[in-house]
C-alpha cells in the first residue's frame, strides 16, 4: 500500500525555469516531511524538509510547500540548472521512526 | 570513510542461493535502517534499529529474510534461498536518533539473482 505518492514519473525543464515537484500522501499521521535527492549509482542525500507545523521551508532555490489539508507537498526549484538533473523522491515519517518513500520522479534540466 | 559504506556494490547470484550484505554506518549513528528498492520503484523499508535491537521487523518481505546488527555498527541483510523478485538494490541507512528527520544513504548494493 503505497502511502506517499509521486504520480509524475519524469520532467524536463529548461534551465533558469522553474521545476515543480508533486506529492500526496494519504496517512493523516504523517507529521514530516522531507524530499531527497538521487544521482545514478549514488544512494539518496537529504535536500529539504518541513515539519506539519509549517506550511513552507526555504533554502536557497529550493522550497517546500505542505497543503495539509489536501494531504499534498510540493517542492519547487528556482532557477534550475543542469546540475538538478536526478531523481527526486518525497518521504514522510509518523510517530514510527520509519520513512515512507514515494516513487521518485526523475528530472531532466535541458541546457 | 565519513560516509556509511555497503559491500558488495554489485552481487549476482544464483536463484536458490543465499546472500549477504553489509552495512557499516556512521560512527556515532544509534539508527540504521534497511530499504529496498526494485526496478522503477519507490523505496521499500525492510527493517530499521536501534543501538542493536530492532523494534520493528515488519517490512521484511518473507522469512528468508534476516538482518542482524552488532555492536551498535555494522549490520548485515540476509537473504536466504534467493528469488529472482529479491533482485533490487539494497538501501542501507543511518542517522543519529530515530527521531525521524535526515537519514544518510551509503550508495547501496545492487542484488542481481538469475
Known amino acids: 500500500d503505497q502511502q506517499v505518492k509521486q504520480n509524475s514519473p519524469s520532467l524536463s525543464v529548461q534551465e533558469g525555469r522553474i521545476s515543480i515537484l508533486n506529492c500526496d500522501y494519504t496517512?493523516?499521521?504523517?507529521?514530516?516531511f522531507l524530499w531527497y535527492k538521487k544521482y545514478p549509482a549514488e544512494g539518496p542525500t537529504f535536500l529539504i524538509s518541513i515539519s506539519s507545523i509549517k506550511d513552507k521551508n526555504e533554502d536557497g532555490r529550493f522550497t517546500v510547500f505542505l497543503n495539509k489539508s489536501a494531504k499534498h507537498l510540493s517542492l519547487h526549484i528556482v532557477p534550475s540548472q543542469p546540475g538538478d538533473s536526478a531523481v527526486y523522491f518525497c518521504a514522510a515519517s509518523g510517530n514510527d521512526y520509519k520513512l515512507s518513500f514515494g516513487a521518485g520522479t526523475t528530472v531532466t534540466v535541458r541546457a | 570513510g565519513a560516509g556509511v559504506s555497503q559491500s558488495p556494490s554489485n552481487k549476482v547470484t544464483e536463484k536458490g542461493k543465499d546472500v549477504e550484505l553489509r552495512c557499516d554506518p556512521i560512527s556515532g549513528h544509534t539508527a540504521l535502517y534497511w530499504y529496498r528498492q526494485r526496478l522503477g520503484q519507490g523505496l521499500e523499508f525492510l527493517i530499521y534499529?536501534?543501538?542493536?535491537?530492532?523494534?520493528?521487523k515488519s517490512g521484511l518481505p518473507s522469512d528468508r529474510f534476516s538482518a542482524e546488527r552488532t555492536g551498535e555498527s555494522v549490520s548485515t541483510l540476509t537473504i536466504q534461498r534467493t528469488q529472482q523478485e529479491d533482485s533490487a538494490v539494497y538501501l542501507c541507512a543511518s542517522s543519529l536518533g530515530l527521531a525521524a528527520g535526515e537519514l544518510f544513504f551509503g550508495e547501496g548494493s545492487r542484488l542481481t539473482v538469475l
Open positions: 496517512n493523516s499521521m504523517f507529521d514530516y
Open positions: 534499529f536501534q543501538g542493536n535491537s530492532a523494534p520493528d
